[in-house]
């Protein structure tokens, strides 16, 4: 255990002098005293409207929950109509094999015909 904490203070510290030294520049200095007003502003209006806040989580919870049911009925529709395909295909061959038949039978035929005549 002792080990466990020297280790996570040793992070804590890194991570602060890091902090630190990424604080020298100006650029950096400006976008962390920028972003952090942003976020205290932020956090500033969550206090002061949590309702408002609730209902806006709520709304876009149920807008996902929406989401997720039209996709999942979109799948199913999809899911039968390959399941139909799957059926319907040998059928088709079937269909189409026979069919081939007959018109080659119709051409022999035909071509029988033709040779008669002549």
Do not use: F
């Not at 255990?1 to 100006?26: F, Q």
């Not at 799957?86 to 040779?115: C, G, Y």
């Amino acid at each position: 255990m002792g080990n466990r904490n020297k280790l996570v203070d040793g992070m804590l510290i890194g991570a602060l002098i890091g902090g630190a030294i990424s604080l020298l520049d100006k650029n950096t200095r400006t976008t962390v005293i920028h972003n952090g007003k942003c976020v205290g502003g932020k956090l500033k209006y969550a206090i002061q409207h949590p309702q408002e806040i609730a209902d806006s989580v709520r709304n876009q919870v149920e807008s996902v929950r929406t989401t997720v049911e039209d996709v999942s009925k979109d799948i199913d529709y999809l899911r039968s109509k390959v399941n139909e395909l799957k059926e319907t295909t040998p059928q088709m061959l079937e269909i189409v094999s026979e069919t081939k038949e007959v018109i080659a039978k119709h051409l022999e035929s035909a071509e029988r015909k033709n040779k008669n005549l002549s």
